[in-house]
């Protein structure tokens, strides 16, 4: 018998993190932090609803903070077994445990809370952690683990459990069909049961005319004399969009104005994104690298029209701040969102239409135009997770939606009941079940 358990991302979007047991062993498939509304979320600090010393082995699906942030700490308390990914996985999530490390300090100073780890378990981690190629057999008691390309962020992975005739495919999160980047999700051979995210599963992306949309942005924000303001995540979108605003200025579809990276972490994200790509990012004319303080603060003297990439992706923290101060109020700027903005977070706020936010103790003004592109999502929406169902539906018996709001996860649920005649639903956290 092996027992299935859901220790976050259900029902909701942030700390993903999956218990598998047998009588023999157990092993985890991520364990991220949870976000909503804050950077580390209250329940980040509660203890693990199991001992993480009796943790055989961890699976890690991709490097984004929301399936890796509670690595260090499962490492403090007690876990000693090995950690498993692809290789850029391990390099990216090495870079943004250091960096949410930093976070992590900040906020529990502010609060008056004590750190939940400190970089020192991150290096453990690190050390316990292995990197395995896509499609290599891992056996870890009764489990035979192995990764699949998600097509989600660089290195992102699904992983196929096989355990007693049934095989547990756990799709981290799957990559939107329209990534320039990044190859489309792999097909899995014969899956039993699915644990799929379900972020967008009650949206439509407009992928076809996204490029055409952000060069309308662009252009606008050029005639107006404004600076373009786009809060990106370090991983892959901020990457894409230096891709695809780079291409359209070589080809001279808009304007050759100054693309600005304001984000030390992005900036190291893109190096190990060059590594594995052979991109030149750093090549690129017209982009600049804003490292270090005195860097970013140069941006302001240049004059418009200007375009800024900073983190953070949902405006909860980072260089992004700074400039919204700046260049909210600005009727000639505008702020364009391409990624999920979660409830509760800044960036949610105002893509909402807040009028007036709160920034560094000041209450500022919303005046610039506010652009929102869903197509630059590194999800893919409703309709591809559902035909990846479909695809998969010979052999499938049930899909756990995770990885959504309740509404988004409802939603695609039911069209799978629907249509498809295969049992889905929306586990609740802490919620277990059995397979085979
Ligand atoms: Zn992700």
Same mark, same amino acid.
């Given at each position: 018998m092996t027992k299935l358990s859901f220790y976050g991302a259900a029902q909701e979007v942030t700390g993903s993190c999956f218990l598998l047991e047998s009588e023999s062993s157990k092993i985890l498939v991520d364990c991220g932090l949870f976000q909503c509304p804050r950077f580390c979320d209250i329940r980040?600090?509660?203890?693990?609803q199991f001992d993480p010393r009796e943790i055989d082995a961890l699976f890690v699906t991709h490097a984004h903070i929301d399936h890796t942030g509670r690595i260090p700490k499962l490492i403090k308390e007690g876990f000693r077994g090995k950690i498993y990914s692809s290789p850029a996985t391990r390099e990216l999530a090495e870079i943004m445990l250091k960096d949410s490390t930093g976070v992590l300090t900040k906020e529990a100073t502010k609060e008056r809370e004590p750190v939940i780890y400190t970089e020192s378990d991150v290096d453990e981690a690190m050390r316990l952690w292995e990197?395995?190629?896509?499609?290599?057999?891992? !056996?870890?008691?009764?489990? $035979?683990? %192995?990764?699949y390309d998600a097509g989600h962020i660089l290195g992102s992975a699904m992983i196929a459990v096989d355990v007693g005739g049934e095989r547990i495919v756990f799709s981290g999160d799957i990559g939107n069909s329209g990534s320039v980047l990044q190859k489309t999700t792999e097909t899995v051979a014969k899956p039993t049961y699915f644990v799929m995210e379900s972020t967008y599963g009650d949206r439509?992306?407009?992928?076809? !005319?996204r490029v055409l949309m952000l060069e309308r942005v662009i252009e606008r924000t050029v005639k107006r004399g404004g600076t373009l303001m786009i809060p990106a995540f370090a991983l892959e979108r901020t990457q894409e969009l230096?891709?695809?605003? %780079?291409?359209?200025?070589?080809?001279? !579809?808009?304007?050759k104005i100054p693309v600005y990276l304001d984000s030390p972490l992005s900036i190291k994200a893109?190096?190990?994104?060059?590594?594995?790509?052979?991109?030149?990012?750093?090549?690129?004319?017209?982009?600049?690298f804003s490292l270090t303080t005195e860097e970013s603060k140069k941006i302001n003297d240049v004059p418009p029209p200007k375009?800024?990439?900073?983190?953070?992706?949902?405006?909860?923290?980072?260089?992004?701040?700074?400039?919204?101060r700046r260049y909210l109020p600005d009727e000639k700027s505008a702020l364009l969102i391409v990624s999920y903005q979660a409830p509760g977070s800044l960036g949610r706020r105002i893509e909402d239409g807040a009028k007036s936010v709160s920034l560094f103790g000041e209450e500022v003004?919303?005046?610039?135009?506010?652009?929102?592109?869903?197509?630059?999502?590194?999800? $893919? /929406?409703?309709?591809? @997770?559902?035909?990846?169902?479909? $695809?998969?539906? /010979?052999?499938?018996?049930? $899909?756990? @939606?995770?990885?959504?709001?309740?509404?988004?996860? @409802?939603?695609?649920? !039911?069209?799978?009941? /629907?249509y498809l005649g295969i049992e889905a639903f929306a586990p609740k956290y802490g919620e277990s079940v059995e397979i085979s």
């Amino acid at each position: 018998m092996t027992k299935l358990s859901f220790y976050g991302a259900a029902q909701e979007v942030t700390g993903s993190c999956f218990l598998l047991e047998s009588e023999s062993s157990k092993i985890l498939v991520d364990c991220g932090l949870f976000q909503c509304p804050r950077f580390c979320d209250i329940r980040s600090r509660e203890p693990f609803q199991f001992d993480p010393r009796e943790i055989d082995a961890l699976f890690v699906t991709h490097a984004h903070i929301d399936h890796t942030g509670r690595i260090p700490k499962l490492i403090k308390e007690g876990f000693r077994g090995k950690i498993y990914s692809s290789p850029a996985t391990r390099e990216l999530a090495e870079i943004m445990l250091k960096d949410s490390t930093g976070v992590l300090t900040k906020e529990a100073t502010k609060e008056r809370e004590p750190v939940i780890y400190t970089e020192s378990d991150v290096d453990e981690a690190m050390r316990l952690w292995e990197a395995k190629k896509m499609h290599e057999e891992i !056996q870890i008691g009764g489990f $035979a683990v %192995s990764f699949y390309d998600a097509g989600h962020i660089l290195g992102s992975a699904m992983i196929a459990v096989d355990v007693g005739g049934e095989r547990i495919v756990f799709s981290g999160d799957i990559g939107n069909s329209g990534s320039v980047l990044q190859k489309t999700t792999e097909t899995v051979a014969k899956p039993t049961y699915f644990v799929m995210e379900s972020t967008y599963g009650d949206r439509v992306h407009e992928n076809e !005319q996204r490029v055409l949309m952000l060069e309308r942005v662009i252009e606008r924000t050029v005639k107006r004399g404004g600076t373009l303001m786009i809060p990106a995540f370090a991983l892959e979108r901020t990457q894409e969009l230096l891709s695809v605003i %780079s291409k359209m200025m070589e080809e001279k !579809q808009i304007p050759k104005i100054p693309v600005y990276l304001d984000s030390p972490l992005s900036i190291k994200a893109t190096s190990i994104y060059e590594k594995y790509l052979k991109i030149p990012f750093f090549k690129f004319p017209n982009v600049n690298f804003s490292l270090t303080t005195e860097e970013s603060k140069k941006i302001n003297d240049v004059p418009p029209p200007k375009i800024i990439i900073a983190g953070s992706g949902m405006s909860t923290g980072g260089r992004i701040l700074h400039h919204e101060r700046r260049y909210l109020p600005d009727e000639k700027s505008a702020l364009l969102i391409v990624s999920y903005q979660a409830p509760g977070s800044l960036g949610r706020r105002i893509e909402d239409g807040a009028k007036s936010v709160s920034l560094f103790g000041e209450e500022v003004p919303v005046k610039c135009r506010i652009e929102t592109i869903s197509g630059y999502s590194a999800h $893919a /929406d409703g309709e591809t @997770l559902f035909e990846f169902v479909r $695809a998969h539906s /010979d052999t499938l018996k049930k $899909a756990f @939606l995770v990885h959504g709001e309740p509404k988004a996860s @409802l939603a695609l649920a !039911q069209k799978i009941r /629907d249509y498809l005649g295969i049992e889905a639903f929306a586990p609740k956290y802490g919620e277990s079940v059995e397979i085979s």
